[in-house]
């Protein structure tokens, strides 16, 4: 399946908080609580994608529990 390509900068718009650029970019190298973001790097932009946005929450809320 296809997914809906975002760059960092826009998919900081879909987590609840809006943190900034270079968090997100972290999230993607280190991660967050041992989840990573997934993510790929075409040139000199970082992209993930909205689906990608939504694994990772999910991931997220899941080592919680």
């Not at 975002?6 to 270079?22: I, V």
């Not at 929450?57 to 529990?65: G, L, Q, W």
């Amino acid at each position: 399946s296809t997914e809906s390509l975002l760059t960092l900068y826009q998919a900081r718009t879909l987590f609840p908080s809006e943190p900034c650029y270079d968090t997100v970019l972290r999230w993607t190298k280190g991660g967050f609580r041992g989840v990573v973001l997934e993510s790929i790097r075409s040139g000199r932009q970082h992209c993930t994608s909205r689906e990608a946005v939504f694994r990772f929450m999910k991931r997220i809320d899941e080592a919680d529990e």
